[in-house]
């Protein structure tokens, strides 16, 4: 009996003792769900998010670039295609391997081995190694011939940056080429970029990136642990970037670039009522294609070390002494102000008895002298002795007011291109903040001549001359297609004379800012005796630039010509009087011309420098001519084409 | 003495029959069932190696189950230390003869299976105790003698265990061993200060783990410390479950499992992948069936007469707890990682055939339950 009490006893340990544990299991499992809870329900989105992250992997395909097109819609930047290899690296087990075939295939050289190696550490492992993006037709074949041996090799037909008029447009819009870090730092490439992706490095490519850019595509892939595709989820496809319409005629650019062809300088060609430039050549110039890709050093170097500087846009960012170009401007300035009266006789007496000022003589550039000018004459056959007396008579500051109201001395294109110049229009007060000194009379007497501290880009006195031309108005100087423009409006607006207008009861002699295509000058009759001036110069005898004229009153301009020093003229070079071929290149002077076209009823303003050309109406004005000629001939078609446009708008 | 009260013989088939618990069978069933699914979701909805493997295992020792059932409890009390013997020369021949899998040396090669002894002893450690137990007076069972005989029988093959390496299963066999000892009523000071001491000896104990298992530690305290390494598992684990929601991404739908995140999917992470694809609520109604099952087992120990059959129920649920507990805290990161299986869920013929085992005793002491047991 005390086995059985005992036995009972210990069954009731035993009982209790296992209740005991059940709680702790309840308790337990308690802790088990609430976790799971947690997980499940509290935290779920977080879960699932790192659920899709694991899975789902994004490829970026890259966007086309937007074509841009001339004034009539042709293609200056399009898309051509090309063969390229590409690597998927989450494919290859052995890059050294893979990268060795290829090497041998397509014949790499160490070089280029070492810059793949440093592109694929930049990469994550399921990236995309663009080996080359631009591989010969043979190379491509060979690829796709092995292709069996290469793993991750992937033979792709792409497209990249193509300019067809290669030489003809480089300084106009520019080339693309692979974004640096810098260009990563842009919003609107770095909102787009894509690995690969060619970016505008220059011109219209770089300033109107937004534009061409585009949007990328993505396409969503379904992935497993190692990486590998499973199925395609999603393709949002790219959008090409936007077409950018230029207001150039690739014509006359080709015509304008054929001209300066083995020459340094530049023309610019630009509607006087419409601000639309029709040409903006530079020479010499190089092939944005080879950028492409990545210049080659050899090319790279010739490039750089042509001592004409092809890379300088000199159109924009050439800086050049107006020279005789702004005696225009000057004859105006003095007319506004009511200087002097243009029947006012001077006596150039030539080189022996030269201008005087305070004990410092100032020549003219004719040996023997002009005789009795008056301001007509004088501006014709460019007498320097009439402007030193008249600039001094009209002084400095004035003459920079008219200037700067002309367009000299600010941007003519804003920031469509980063090297563009503002050139330099000086006055006493600028003088004094800049160089911390006052100014001189002597300055403001070779100022009259364009020469000095002045400084001017081929395009600022284009512009110049368009708005004396188009009757002293204010234009919009644009490259681009402006479509918010209606130009028939504008040109009708322009073409009424606005003297009489009440509504610019304002003192035109003062420094004034002028709205958009309404007048700049003071008396209308000035202008048109400066333009009268112009005439006479190109078409009149004893004009500087006589030989250069047309008869036909269809081609018949109207211009001036300029020589800019690039050195002080010294008495033994006046007595040596060289001739241009003896004078060493780099001491030769600048030749300028502007003008316009055709003299009656006037719709073109032109610029052409030639450095180092010698004299103007010998270097500059012939070319000026020929492309007058070109211009006007296809300025039916431009009107033809603008007109039909602007209708179906 | 006491054969007269030995009733067994006189047992009719139809009373046996009558006095199976079919809960605990449908339960099997369930489990069985629901375990098939899962695995079928591992191959990725084929119906290849693993699965077919799965399920002629499962029908073959659910019916070992159904026939050892009807093994008296007795023939299994008289020979429990036979087992344990059994059980230790087999992870004795694991020391020697045993074949390796990524870097531990666990089982044996029977052709037709690959045995892994560890799993067995599990079940063996339960019924030795059981029967050790069983003879022992209350009144002696807080001796030294008799407390220092147990600690022997299970440092054995802990330690042969632990020598594998195989630090979760040897934890399992402790933690079954050390509740049978509970159950028999050992004093309580004896576990609060046994406890106090392991707390104490355990920055040592870190000291003399190999590095991996150091570093499962470390990870399971900080995964984000290797996420791709140490720590990968347990992250991708919570990922697929927390990723499950309520009601789960869907049968075979489970992203983590079929694209390959989730290591280990038929084994140890079984209840990841179930979880995944049945959320929340697949996972609470899964739990509840396990809970059930223990419920179930405890159950036949309450209405059995025999100390044997009583000790050794409830040291059979603890275990099945031990493992459903430790092998889903791994898996939800609450504890480190250390290769458990999930009971009858997870792919692995010797712990299925060691748990199926295990339920047979069960059975025969339920069909046997007024079997009484001479202590002497």
């Excluded at chain 1, 210990?10 to 799971?36: D, E, H, Y």
């Excluded at chain 1, 395909?61 to 295609?81: E, H, W, Y």
């Excluded at chain 1, 003219?364 to 004459?377: A, D, F, Q, S, T």
């Excluded at chain 2, 898996?331 to 712990?351: D, E, F, N």
């Amino acid at each position: 009996m005390l086995n059985r009490g005992r036995n009972i006893e210990k069954g009731r340990v035993i009982t209790r003792r296992m209740f005991i544990l059940a709680a702790a299991k309840v308790l337990l499992f308690a802790g088990i769900s609430s976790r799971l809870y947690n997980l499940q329900i509290s935290d779920r989105e977080k879960y699932e998010i790192l659920s899709d992250k694991n899975r789902i992997r994004e490829w970026k395909t890259p966007p086309q670039r937007g074509i841009i097109v001339d004034n009539f819609n042709k293609v200056l930047a399009s898309n051509d295609r090309v063969f390229q290899l590409h690597l998927m690296l989450d494919e290859i087990d052995d890059f050294d391997v893979t990268i060795f075939k290829i090497k041998n295939l397509i014949g790499l050289d160490k070089f280029q081995v070492k810059k793949l190696y440093k592109k694929k550490e930049r990469l994550k492992p399921w990236d995309t190694l663009v080996v080359s993006d631009n591989l010969t037709w043979e190379q491509f074949s060979k690829i796709n011939l092995y292709l069996h041996e290469l793993e991750g090799a992937k033979p792709v037909l792409s497209t990249s940056r193509f300019y067809p008029y290669s030489n003809d447009l480089v300084h106009v819009v520019g080339y693309v080429g692979d974004a640096s870090p810098k260009d990563l730092e842009k919003p609107e490439i770095k909102e787009n970029f894509v690995p690969g992706l060619k970016v505008g490095k220059y011109g219209i490519e770089n300033s109107q990136e937004k534009m061409l850019i585009g949007n990328y595509g993505i396409k969503r892939y379904e992935v497993n642990a190692s990486g590998k595709r499973i199925s395609q989820i999603d393709y949002i496809k790219e959008r090409q970037g936007n077409k950018v319409n230029l207001t150039v005629d690739i014509e006359i650019q080709k015509f304008a670039q054929e001209l300066l062809k083995g020459k340094a300088g530049s023309i610019c060609a630009m509607d006087i009522y419409t601000g639309e430039l029709v040409a903006m050549a530079s020479s010499p110039t190089y092939d944005p294609n080879k950028f492409t890709h990545g210049i080659n050093q050899k090319d790279w170097q010739e490039i750089r070390n042509n001592p004409l500087k092809p890379l300088i846009n000199k159109s924009i960012a050439g800086l050049y002494s107006p020279g005789s170009t702004f005696k225009p401007l000057v004859a105006l300035a003095a007319l506004e102000y009511g200087i002097l009266d243009p029947n006012k006789t001077i006596r150039c007496k030539g080189h022996k008895h030269p201008y005087e000022l305070y004990g410092v003589k100032y020549h003219c550039w004719k040996k023997e002298g002009h005789g009795y000018m008056k301001l007509r004459n004088a501006i014709k056959q460019s007498c320097d002795i009439y402007f030193y007396e008249m600039a001094r008579l009209l002084g400095v500051d004035k003459l920079s007011i008219i200037a700067k109201r002309y367009g000299l001395g600010t941007n003519v294109l804003g920031d469509l291109y980063n090297d563009e110049k503002s050139g330099l229009v000086p006055d006493t007060k600028w003088k004094r903040r800049v160089l911390e000194q006052s100014w001189y009379l002597g300055e403001t007497v070779i100022n009259g001549i364009g020469q000095g501290y002045i400084q001017t880009t081929p395009l600022q006195l284009c512009l110049m001359t368009a708005q004396i031309a188009n009757g002293g108005y204010k234009i919009k100087p644009h490259i681009i297609k402006d479509d918010s423009i209606n130009y028939k409006d504008v040109i009708n607006k322009i073409k009424i004379d606005q003297s009489g207008f009440p509504l610019h009861e304002r003192n035109y002699l003062d420094d004034i800012n002028v709205e958009y295509y309404q007048r700049m000058y003071h008396k209308k009759s000035n202008i048109n005796f400066v333009l009268d001036a112009m005439f006479g110069s190109t078409n009149e005898q004893y004009g500087t630039s006589y030989k250069s004229r047309y008869d036909d009153p269809k081609y018949q301009f109207a211009g001036k010509t300029g020589t800019s020093q690039v050195r002080r003229i010294t008495d033994l070079d006046r007595e040596l009087d060289l001739d241009t071929e003896q004078i060493e290149y780099r001491k030769r002077d600048h030749a300028l011309y502007v003008a316009f076209a055709p003299y009656k009823d006037p719709r073109y303003a032109i610029s052409v420098i030639i450095e180092h050309g010698g004299s103007g109406s010998k270097a500059a004005a012939p070319l000026a001519s020929k492309l007058i000629k070109r211009i006007i001939d296809r300025h039916k078609l431009r009107e033809q084409f603008n007109n039909g446009k602007t209708s179906l708008a | 003495m006491l054969r007269e009260r030995i009733q067994a013989s006189n047992y009719s088939f139809l009373d046996k029959l009558r006095s199976i618990d079919y809960l605990l069978i449908l339960l099997i069933i369930a489990i069985g069932s629901i375990s098939i699914f899962a695995i079928y979701s591992t191959e990725g909805g084929k119906f290849s190696f693993y699965t077919k493997n799965h399920i002629i295992r499962l029908s073959v020792f659910f019916s070992l189950f159904l026939v050892l059932s009807f093994v008296r409890v007795s023939t299994w009390y008289k020979n429990a230390y036979l087992f344990y013997i059994i059980g230790l020369i087999l992870l004795i021949t694991v020391l020697f003869f045993g074949i390796s899998a990524s870097g531990a040396t666990r089982w044996i090669n029977l052709y037709f299976l690959n045995l892994q002894p560890s799993e067995l002893m599990k079940i063996a450690v339960i019924i030795c105790f059981a029967r050790y137990y069983h003879r022992i007076q209350s009144s002696d069972i807080q001796s030294y003698k008799f407390l220092i005989q147990p600690i022997i029988l299970l440092i054995i093959p802990c330690y042969l265990v632990i020598q594998q390496p195989d630090l979760g299963t040897s934890i399992l066999i402790a933690g079954s061993g050390i509740a049978i000892i509970w159950l028999a009523g050992l004093n309580i000071k004896y576990f609060v200060y046994s406890g106090l001491l392991l707390l104490v000896s355990l920055p040592f104990a870190i000291s003399v783990l190999k590095p991996y298992q150091k570093s499962r530690i470390l990870t399971f305290f900080n995964p984000d410390r290797d996420p791709l390494g140490a720590g990968y598992q347990i992250i991708q684990s919570k990922i697929a479950i927390g990723s499950g929601g309520f009601f789960g991404k869907g049968y075979l739908k489970g992203t983590q499992s079929y694209l390959e995140f989730l290591p280990e999917k038929h084994t140890d992470f079984i209840f990841t992948l179930f979880s995944e694809e049945f959320g929340f609520l697949g996972s609470i109604i899964l739990l509840f069936l396990y809970i059930l099952l223990i419920y179930r087992i405890i159950n036949v120990g309450l209405v059995s007469r025999s100390f044997f059959a009583k000790l050794y129920c409830f040291g059979f649920a603890t275990a099945i707890f031990l493992y459903v507990f430790v092998n889903i805290a791994m898996v939800l990161g609450m504890l480190p990682i250390v290769g458990a299986p999930l009971p009858i869920m997870s792919y692995g013929g010797s712990s299925l055939l060691s748990i199926m085992l295990g339920l047979s005793i069960v059975m025969s002491c339920k069909i046997y339950n007024q079997e009484q047991i001479s202590v002497y």
